[in-house]
């Protein structure tokens, strides 16, 4: 189950199946957001470790925080919420609205 599902799942069990569906596009939009800011925050310092250990001669996770310190794992988050969110945002809501179009619900449970 992915964050954004746990986040829907939660809302409609605190709201109300009726309530949910009365500001949908709200709660998705609400949800895609979260789940891009999550991903963000818990991807960024993996991939700045990771990049860092490619471009630099083979350096360690232990010589590269050595160095730069803790501060490095915050290094281009900004643009990394920027992207991530921005494409969760679209990914989710564009799946919202297909569903619409096409007259389905994506989710097996609340059928």
């Known amino acids: 189950m ?18 949910f569906q009365e500001n949908e596009s709200k709660h998705v939009m609400q949800a895609s ?12 310092g993996m ?12 350096e360690t996770v232990q010589q590269i925080l050595k160095q730069e310190g803790i501060k ?3 290094k281009g988050l900004g643009a990394k919420l920027l992207l ?12 919202f609205y297909a569903g619409k179009v096409f007259n389905t619900n994506l989710s097996e449970e609340r059928e």
């Open 33 to 44: 957001l979260v789940s891009g800011v999550l991903a963000a925050l818990f991807t960024n």
């Open 47 to 58: 991939e700045v470790i990771v990049v860092r250990q490619q471009s630099e001669s083979g």
């Open 2 to 19: 992915t964050t954004y599902e746990l986040i829907i799942d939660k809302k409609i069990k605190v709201l109300g199946l009726k309530k």
């Open 84 to 95: 991530t969110t921005c494409s969760s945002f679209m990914f989710f809501m564009s799946m």
């Open 72 to 74: 490095i794992l915050t």
